[in-house]
């Protein structure tokens, strides 16, 4: 699947890449053209599928490997670049800062990749394979089914190709 955002759709973004596992290399600040790209493993939280497990509900994910792609980036800045990572690190959000007019990508070591948009700025995340990363199973209600997703989804024009 492919999903194009703007600033205002970060939020849908972040449901999709919450806890997408990313290479500690990748979060270097590399802008080529005005586009920053990373390679992202992550759960496909929009396409989730449930069951009746007892008196549970249990969650069913697919993996994939996603290109995730800033175009429209003036700058790009790696803050608290010091903090000790072993192995990967783990998407915890992607927002805007209107304050500082950034987009902030924050990972659970605490590292918070700072982007300035231009005005053309958008965010594309495609599917380029299946992964093992985070396919399996949870209890509880987790993520989207497509119809909750398409649903969720309905006025905003996220561009899903």
């Known amino acids: ?11 849908l973004l972040s449901i ?4 997408a596992s990313l290479e500690p290399v990748d979060l270097d600040t590399r802008l080529t053209n005005n586009q920053l790209e990373l390679t992202v493993e992550r759960r496909t939280f929009e396409s989730v599928k449930r069951s009746k497990w007892l008196f549970w509900n249990r ?3 697919l993996g994939k490997t996603a290109e995730l792609r800033f175009i429209g980036v003036s700058q790009a800045q790696l803050t608290n670049i010091n903090t000790e990572i072993s192995g990967n690190d783990f998407i915890k959000d992607i927002s805007l800062n209107e304050t500082a ?7 659970t070591s605490g590292r918070t990749l700072q982007l300035t948009p231009t005005d ?16 399996g ?21 996220i561009n899903a190709m």
């Open 137 to 157: 199973t949870s209890f509880g209600k987790h993520g989207f089914t497509e119809s909750e997703w398409n649903e969720l989804t309905a006025n905003e024009e």
């Open 1 to 11: 699947m492919r999903y194009r955002f703007d600033k205002k759709q970060l939020h």
């Open 16 to 19: 999709l890449t919450f806890d």
């Open 120 to 135: 053309n700025f958008k965010v594309e995340l495609e599917d380029i394979r299946d992964s093992n990363f985070g396919k």
């Open 101 to 107: 007019n950034k987009v902030e990508l924050r990972t």
């Open 59 to 61: 969650t069913s994910y």
